[in-house]
C-alpha cells in the first residue's frame, strides 16, 4: 500500500475566481482514498505556457482546460500528452478543435432533435486568394436571397456557423432586414435558422461529466440577471428530457463540460445552441449557481484523476446512430437510448459511488468555504476585473448575497446532513 498522488492542471486564461475556489475547496477536501491498495491524493496547479519538446512527459493526471478554442500551443500541448503521456482532459481538444456550431446542429437533426429550420450560405466577401476567382465563376451559384427568406419563414436569426458569445448574432424580421445583414455579414460564414418564435421559456442545462444543472435563462436581462434565480421552472419530465439532450450532445462530442441552450415553444424544446465547450464559469454570471459548478468540477476531475479514467480520443458516433436508424421508434424513446450511452460513457454510476464514499464530505466543506471572507474575495476579484471601481463593491455584494441564500437553503444550513 503506497502513498500516491495525482496531479490535477489548470490551464486558464482570464478566468479568475472558479480556480481560486476550486482550488481552496481541494485543500480542505483533503482528498485521500484508498484506491486499487494505495492511498491516492490529489494536487493541483496552475499550468504554465512554455516550449516543450515533444517526448518531455506531462507531470498530470487530469487538466482542466480554458484556453483550447482559441491558444494553440496549449491545445497542441493537450493533443501530445493525451497522444503521449495518458492525459485526461476536459474536453477532447481534437472535439472542440472541428465541432462547429454546424456539425452539432446537422449531428443533432440526425438523432432527431428538433432544431428549427437551419441554412448555411456562402459568404458575402471573401479573402482574395489565387484559387478564390477560377473556384467561384465555375461553381458558384447565384441565389434569390428573398426565396430563401420565405422558405425559412420570418423571424429567423443570422449567426456564424461557429459561433460563440453572441459575436455576429442578427434577429432578421423581413427580407429588407436580411439583406442588410447578409451585406454586413462580410467574411463571416453564416447561419439562417428559424426563431423560436414566440417561445415561453429558455433553459440552459449545463453539464459536467454525468451532472447536469439546469438554469432558466433569460436573454434580454442585464449580464448579472440572465441566469436566473427561478426554480422549480420546469416539470420532472422537461427536466428529464434536457438533461437527456445535454447528456446526448456531451458524449456524442466528447464535450465533458458543456452547455446547452434550448428554447420551448408550444410544449416543445427545441435546442438552439449547444457547442459551448468552454462554457461560462464566472461568478459574474452564475452567482448563485456558482458553488455547484465548482462542486461540479472538483468532483468530476477527482472522479478521473483518482480512477485513471481512460480518455476517449475518438468519438464513436455508430451507437447513436444505430438508435437513430430504429425504424417506428417515438423520439423520447431514442432520446432515452442515446443518454444511455453518455451515461455508460460518462460512468454515471460508478461516479455516484465514487463520489457518495470518498467525497461524502464535500458538499459541507463547499457550505462552509462560500461563506468565508477568502470566497468573497475570489468574487470580488472577478469583479474587480470586469466592472468599473465605482461598481465593485455594490457587485460584490450582490453575487456574494445570492450566494449567501443559496447556502441559506442548503441542508447544512439546517444543521442537517445533505
Ligand atoms: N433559433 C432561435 N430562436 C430564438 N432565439 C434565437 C435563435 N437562435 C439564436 N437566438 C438568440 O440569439 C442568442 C445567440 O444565439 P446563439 O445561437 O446562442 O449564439 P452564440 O453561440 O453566439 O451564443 C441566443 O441566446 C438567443 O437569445
Ligand atoms: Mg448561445
Redo the contacts with the bound molecule.
Keep these: 500500500m503506497a502513498n500516491v498522488t495525482r496531479r490535477i492542471g489548470l490551464s486558464l486564461g482570464a478566468d479568475i475566481c472558479w480556480p481560486l475556489c476550486y482550488e481552496q475547496i481541494l485543500g480542505k477536501l483533503a482528498v485521500s482514498v484508498p484506491w486499487q491498495g494505495d492511498t491516492v491524493g490529489i494536487e493541483v496547479e496552475r499550468v504554465t505556457i512554455e516550449p516543450f519538446d515533444l517526448r518531455q512527459a506531462a507531470k498530470y493526471d487530469v487538466v482542466l482546460d480554458r484556453l483550447t478554442h482559441w491558444y494553440h500551443t496549449s491545445r497542441e500541448w493537450i493533443k501530445k500528452a493525451i497522444l503521449m503521456d495518458g492525459l485526461y482532459v476536459l474536453n477532447n481538444p481534437w472535439s472542440v478543435q472541428a465541432m462547429e456550431?454546424h456539425t452539432s446542429y446537422c449531428a443533432m437533426m440526425h438523432l432527431g432533435m428538433p432544431i428549427?429550420e437551419t441554412w448555411m450560405l456562402p459568404p458575402k466577401a471573401y479573402e482574395p486568394l489565387p484559387d478564390l476567382a477560377p473556384t467561384l465563376t465555375r461553381y458558384a451559384q447565384l441565389f434569390d436571397l428573398g426565396e430563401i427568406g420565405s422558405r425559412i419563414g420570418y423571424p429567423m436569426?443570422m449567426?456564424p456557423y461557429d459561433?460563440?458569445?453572441?459575436?455576429g448574432?442578427s434577429?432578421v424580421n423581413d427580407e429588407a432586414a436580411l439583406r442588410r445583414s447578409y451585406e454586413d455579414s462580410g467574411k463571416g460564414v453564416m447561419h439562417l435558422?428559424?426563431?423560436?418564435?414566440p417561445?415561453d421559456s429558455?433553459v440552459r442545462c449545463i453539464g459536467l461529466g454525468p451532472q447536469t444543472h439546469l438554469v432558466k435563462y433569460l436573454?434580454d436581462a442585464a449580464l448579472h440577471d440572465r441566469y436566473s434565480q427561478e426554480r422549480d421552472f420546469v416539470s420532472a419530465d422537461e427536466a428529464a428530457l434536457l438533461r437527456d439532450t445535454t447528456l446526448t450532445i456531451n458524449a456524442f462530442f466528447g464535450w465533458d463540460f458543456n452547455s446547452c441552450?434550448a428554447?420551448r415553444k408550444a410544449g416543445t424544446w427545441h435546442p438552439?445552441?449547444f457547442a459551448?465547450p468552454c462554457p461560462d464559469s464566472q461568478i459574474t454570471s452564475l452567482h448563485r449557481h456558482f458553488p455547484w459548478l465548482v462542486k461540479a468540477k472538483l468532483r468530476w476531475s477527482i472522479f478521473c484523476a483518482v480512477t485513471q479514467r481512460p480518455m476517449r480520443k475518438t468519438m464513436d458516433w455508430d451507437p447513436f446512430y444505430a438508435i437513430a436508424a430504429e425504424p417506428d421508434m417515438p423520439y423520447r424513446e431514442r432520446l432515452r437510448g442515446y443518454a444511455k450511452i453518455a451515461e455508460a460513457r460518462f460512468e454515471a454510476v460508478r461516479f455516484e459511488e465514487f463520489c457518495a464514499t470518498h467525497l461524502a464530505h464535500l458538499d459541507e466543506v463547499a457550505w462552509e468555504f462560500f461563506g468565508t471572507d477568502a470566497a468573497k474575495s475570489a468574487f470580488r476579484a472577478k469583479v474587480t476585473a470586469l466592472f468599473p471601481a465605482h461598481e465593485v463593491e455594490q457587485f460584490t455584494e450582490l453575487f456574494w448575497g445570492r450566494v449567501q441564500s443559496w447556502r441559506a437553503e442548503q441542508p447544512q444550513a439546517k444543521g442537517g446532513r445533505p
Design positions: 456550431k428549427p436569426f449567426k459561433g460563440g458569445g453572441w459575436r448574432v434577429r435558422q428559424a426563431a423560436v418564435d417561445f429558455f436573454p441552450e428554447l438552439i445552441d459551448n
